[in-house]
């Protein structure tokens, strides 16, 4: 990414990109999912849970950009940056929609080599990194409306990140590619279709998928863009290697539907364990 260059104001405008500022003290960035979920209630669990953003997803769930919308905003006024995953083929149009109304990145599923990765850039950045149509009055400025100049260049880098998914072989053989394209932000691997694609699902510790998960951070060391996984909370101990040896600094938890299924089983074992037999 590039640098923020100085505008009128001591620091941008632009709500705070948790993300961004993270990544630059050398943390990382801790994700919470959400699929199922629609209210402000959830953004306001995750940020008490201790959640730095969400992962809202629209590919795989019925939530309406409405939905993710009202999640946006109140993540926004609740210092937890949001970021919308956009189902597969959905059309520009759409892309632009979820970025107008809050999100502050948007994650492009299912790239199949660079021209898919230049087309997510051209819908998501503002010119000169990319062709998105100008319009104010957005979530991400509370609603105020910048000076040009400082707008485009603050959404630009702040607030509407490109995140380029490497879950296809393709992808991933194009890694290197895709990482020097101005305007992609992060490298989001998806663990389990990447898995799936390069033939090594369920064996996570198959050399094959290491070697994919190195030579993705690789790439983005190299082109200085930030590296994020997705799909691996199940396996600490690979997700610590990705953080400590790959550098990742995106890092997506467990979804709100995992978390709420799996801490109902607790619960209601330990109800059922108090029943003296």
Known sequence: MGSLEESSSSRPLIANNNL???????????????????????????KASGY?????????TCMSIQDASQMCITSIASGITPFVRVPHQCGHGFIQRVLDV????VIIPHIH????????IQVTKYPPLGKRSVSMGFPQFHYQTPPMNIFLNEMNQLGSLCFIMIETRDALEAVDEIAALPGCDVLLIGSQDLA????????????????????????????????????????????GRVINELGAKWIVGAHDVGLLSQGGRINSDLLRSLQKS
């Open 102 to 105: 809050g999100a502050m990145g």
């Open 196 to 239: 799936t694609e390069i033939e090594t699902m369920p064996d996570w510790d198959a050399p094959a998928f290491w070697q994919a998960l190195e030579k993705v951070g690789y790439a983005a060391k190299k082109h200085g863009k930030l590296l994020g996984i997705a799909g691996l909370y199940h396996r600490p101990d690979i997700l």
């Open 20 to 46: 961004v500022s993270l990544a630059a003290s050398g943390q990382i960035c801790t994700a919470f999912g959400i699929k199922i979920t629609r209210g402000g209630e959830i953004v306001q669990i995750a």
């Open 52 to 60: 730095d953003s969400l992962f809202i997803d629209l590919e795989h």
């Open 113 to 120: 080599g660079i021209e898919d990765a230049r087309k997510a």
